[in-house]
C-alpha cells in the first residue's frame, strides 16, 4: 500500500461516488446548522418536497445573532430579523427531526464549541457547517470545513458533498513554546508567514512537538485559524489527549463501540514517506506573543515591534497596508505596544473555551480593567460559562470589571447589539480583523486570551509576558 | 438556476487585494431567510457613507458602472466566511461574472452554485483587462463560456480554465442536488457498508 497522509486516509474512507473525471461525492458524518446561513436551504428543501437524508447526523444550534445578555430569554431583546432567523431555525429543527440545541438550553453555545463538547465531533470523521471556521474540529482529526448555504442544502438532502480532493500541506512547529506563548500565537504566527492565501487548494496537518504539547482547546484554536491562511481545512492527528477528550462525552461511543473505534482512530496519522505538496516548518521557540496591526490575519507582528509602513511591502500589498493603516489610524514606527485600546473582546469559537478563560482569568486576577475601557467576555457555551462560575472564575472577571455574557458569537461579528462604534479600538480574541467586522468603522486586533488581558488591565496592547 | 453562455457587457474595475467576504456583504445584512434582495447592498460600507448616502467615487456608483455586469479585481477575492450571501449579493446587482487572479476556495465554489462565472487569469491579463474596465461604459467585454474565451473592447482574446463539471452544470443551469440523486443507489450502498465498518459514527 502507498504511504498516506492522514487527509488521505479519511478522505478514502468517505468517498462513496467516483467519477471519471475525478470529482467525488464525499459522505458527510456530521453535518453542524445554525440560524445565518441555513434557512435558505430548509426553504429549497420545502420547495423542492424533499427532506433531511439523515436527521440523526444533523445538529443544530443558534448562536451567531442571539442576543448575549442575561435579560436574552426576553424575546423584544432581539431585533425582528434575528428572532425570524432563530425562530426559522426552531421551526426547521421540529419539521425536520435534527437534533437541536434551543436559545433556552444550557448547552446552546457557539456551534464549533458545542460540537465538541457534546462528542458530536470525533476523529476521522467528515464534518460540515455553513461557516468557514468548522475547521476548527480538524483538532479531533476529522476532515471538517466550511460550505456555502448550496452546499448546505445539498448535504441535508444527501449526506454527501460534491467534492475534489485538495492538496497536502504540513505544518510542523518544533520544540518548545517559550513561556507567554499560546495556540493562538501559534496560528496567528502561521498566518503572517503564509499569507491568507498560502494554504488556498490545501488541507494542512499541523504537527511538531508544539502542536502534541497543546491541550485539545489549543489545537482547536490552532485548526479554527486554518481558513484564515486560506486552507478549507485543518487537522491535527488524533492522540491519548483526543482521546481522554472525547470519552464519556453524550454522543461519543461507549462499551465495544468505543473499543471498535478506538481500534480505527489509532490508525489515523500520516505515514512517514506519505508525500506532502508543500512543508512549513517554524521553531516553537522563534515564536513570540502577536497582535494584528492590520485588517486583513496576515498582518501580524511581535507585539515588541513597531507599526509597520506601507513602503515595507511590494506588489498589491502596498496599497492595502495603506488603506489598512489609514482605517486602523496607525501611525507608521509607533510601537505597537503604545496603541492604545477602548475595548477588550474575550470569546469567539476560536479562544471561547475554558482554557482560554483560565488563561484570561490568571492574568486578571485581583486586578482591576483600566478605567473607562469597555470589557466583556462572552463564553462560547453554555456548559463553558456553567464551568466558569464553578471554577471561580467568573467572580475574577467581575471584580476586575468584565461584563459577564450568555454563549454566542457576540462581538466576534457583531451581528447581536455587541459592536464597536466608527474608530474604537479592540482588542479581541477572535479570528478576523477585517474592515467592519466587530461594527462599522471599529478597529480590530487580534490576539491570545492572555494578551487580551494583559491589554485591559493596561488599556494599551501589552505584552503579556510583562504581567507574568 | 440561470445557464450561462456568453456574456457581453460592462467590466467594474474593482483593483483591490484580499476583498473578504464582510466587505462585499456586511453581516447585518445577513440576516435575512431569502436569497434574493441583497444587491442594494453590495460592498456596502464602501458605497454608502454613515448617512446611508452613495459615496460617488466607489466605482459602482459612477453612472458608467451603474449597469456593470463584470467585475475585474484583486487577487484572493471572496476571501473570509463561507456567506452564500457574497455571491448571491453580486448576483442580485447583476454581475455575474468576476475576473480576478485567484480567489478564496468557498467563495469559487458559491459562484457556480449561483450562475456566476468565476475567472482565473494571471496577474498580466487582469491588468490589461483592469485598464480595458477603466475606459468606461463603452470598453465592452465579451465572455463565451462555451469557448472559454474573454474578448475586450480592443479586441484581444484571452482564454481561461474551467472545470469540465462546473462548467457543463454552469451552462445548462444544472442543480447539483438532482444530480446527485441520480446517484443515491452509491449513497446508499457506502451508508450501508459504513454502518458495518464504523457503526460509532
Ligand atoms: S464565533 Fe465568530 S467566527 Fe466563530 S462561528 Fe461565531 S461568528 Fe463565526
Request: net charge negative.
Amino acid at each position: 500500500m502507498s504511504p498516506k497522509t492522514l487527509y488521505d486516509k479519511i478522505w478514502d474512507a468517505h468517498v462513496a461516488h467516483e467519477a471519471d473525471d475525478g470529482t467525488c461525492l464525499l459522505y458527510i458524518d456530521r453535518h453542524l446548522v445554525h440560524e445565518v446561513t441555513s434557512p435558505q436551504a430548509f426553504e429549497g428543501l420545502r420547495m423542492t418536497g424533499r427532506t433531511v437524508r439523515a436527521p440523526d447526523k444533523t445538529i443544530a444550534v443558534p448562536d451567531h445573532n442571539v442576543p448575549t445578555t442575561l435579560d436574552r430569554a426576553d424575546a423584544t431583546t432581539m431585533t425582528e430579523d434575528s428572532r425570524i432567523q432563530v425562530e426559522a431555525l426552531d421551526k426547521n429543527a421540529k419539521d425536520f427531526g435534527i437534533h437541536y440545541y434551543p436559545v433556552s438550553d444550557v448547552r446552546q453555545g457557539i456551534v464549533h464549541i458545542v460540537g465538541p463538547e457534546q462528542g458530536w465531533t470525533l476523529p476521522g470523521m467528515t464534518v460540515v457547517c455553513g461557516d468557514s471556521h468548522t475547521a476548527t474540529h480538524g483538532a479531533f482529526g476529522s476532515l471538517a470545513h466550511g460550505i456555502g448555504t448550496s452546499e448546505v442544502e445539498h448535504v441535508l438532502a444527501t449526506q454527501t458533498l460534491i467534492q475534489r480532493k485538495g492538496k497536502n500541506m504540513k505544518v510542523e512547529i518544533t520544540g518548545k513554546l517559550a513561556p507567554g506563548v499560546t495556540a493562538k500565537d501559534i496560528t496567528l504566527t502561521v498566518i503572517g508567514k503564509t499569507g491568507t492565501a498560502g494554504g488556498t487548494g490545501y488541507v494542512i496537518e499541523y504537527c511538531g512537538e508544539a502542536i502534541r504539547d497543546l491541550s485539545m482547546e489549543g489545537r482547536m484554536t490552532v485548526c479554527n485559524m486554518a481558513i484564515e491562511g486560506g486552507a478549507r481545512a485543518g487537522l491535527i492527528a488524533p492522540d491519548e489527549k483526543t482521546f481522554d477528550y472525547v470519552k464519556g462525552r453524550p454522543h461519543a461511543p461507549k462499551g465495544a463501540q468505543w473499543e471498535a473505534a478506538l481500534n480505527w482512530w489509532k490508525t489515523l496519522y500520516s505515514d512517514d514517506d506519505a508525500h506532502w505538496d508543500k512543508v512549513i516548518t517554524i521553531k516553537g521557540e522563534d515564536i513570540a506573543p502577536v497582535v494584528t496591526w492590520g485588517t486583513s490575519p496576515e498582518d501580524v507582528l511581535p507585539i515588541t515591534a513597531n507599526v509597520p509602513a506601507a513602503s515595507d511591502f511590494t506588489g498589491g500589498k502596498v496599497d492595502a497596508a495603506q488603506r489598512s493603516l489609514e482605517y486602523m489610524g496607525l501611525t507608521p514606527g509607533t510601537p505597537l505596544s503604545e496603541v492604545e485600546i477602548d475595548t477588550v473582546f474575550i470569546g469567539s469559537c476560536t479562544n471561547g473555551r475554558i482554557e482560554d478563560l483560565r488563561a484570561a482569568a490568571a492574568i486578571l486576577k485581583g486586578k482591576k480593567v483600566k478605567d473607562g475601557l469597555r470589557a466583556m467576555i462572552v463564553p462560547g457555551s453554555g456548559l463553558v460559562r456553567a464551568q466558569a462560575e464553578e471554577e471561580g472564575l467568573a467572580d475574577i472577571f467581575k471584580e476586575a470589571g468584565f461584563e459577564w455574557r450568555l454563549a454566542g458569537c457576540s462581538m466576534c461579528l457583531a451581528m447581536n447589539p455587541d459592536q464597536l462604534s466608527p474608530g474604537e479600538r479592540c482588542a479581541a480574541t477572535s479570528n478576523r480583523n477585517f474592515e467592519g467586522r466587530q461594527g462599522r468603522g471599529g478597529r480590530t486586533h487580534l490576539m491570545s486570551p492572555a494578551m487580551a488581558a494583559a491589554a485591559a488591565i493596561t488599556g494599551r496592547l501589552t505584552d503579556v509576558r510583562e504581567l507574568m | 438556476m440561470d445557464p450561462f453562455n456568453t456574456l457581453t457587457g460592462i467590466a467594474a474595475p474593482l483593483p483591490l487585494i484580499n476583498i473578504d467576504t464582510d466587505m462585499i456583504i456586511p453581516k447585518q445584512f445577513l440576516k435575512t431567510i431569502k436569497r434574493t434582495g441583497l444587491g442594494v447592498n453590495l460592498f456596502d460600507e464602501m458605497r454608502y457613507d454613515d448617512d446611508r448616502n452613495e459615496i460617488p467615487t466607489f466605482v459602482l456608483n459612477k453612472p458608467q458602472y451603474r449597469d456593470a455586469n463584470i467585475l475585474v479585481t484583486g487577487e484572493n477575492f471572496g476571501c473570509g466566511s463561507s456567506r452564500e450571501h457574497a455571491p448571491w449579493a453580486i448576483k442580485d446587482f447583476g454581475i455575474s461574472c468576476v475576473i480576478a487572479p485567484s480567489y478564496a476556495d468557498i467563495f469559487y465554489n458559491n459562484c457556480f452554485k449561483n450562475g456566476i462565472l468565476p475567472i482565473v487569469l494571471p496577474q498580466e491579463q487582469v491588468d490589461v483587462l483592469m485598464k480595458d474596465a477603466e475606459k468606461g461604459a463603452n470598453a465592452r467585454i465579451s465572455i463565451d463560456l462555451e469557448a472559454q474565451t474573454i474578448t475586450n473592447s480592443e479586441g484581444e482574446v484571452f482564454s481561461f480554465e474551467v472545470d469540465a463539471f462546473k462548467k457543463h452544470c454552469l451552462m445548462n443551469g444544472l442543480d447539483d442536488i438532482g444530480l446527485t440523486m441520480e446517484k443515491v443507489a452509491a449513497i446508499d450502498t457506502f451508508e450501508s457498508t459504513a454502518a458495518q465498518s464504523r457503526p460509532w459514527v
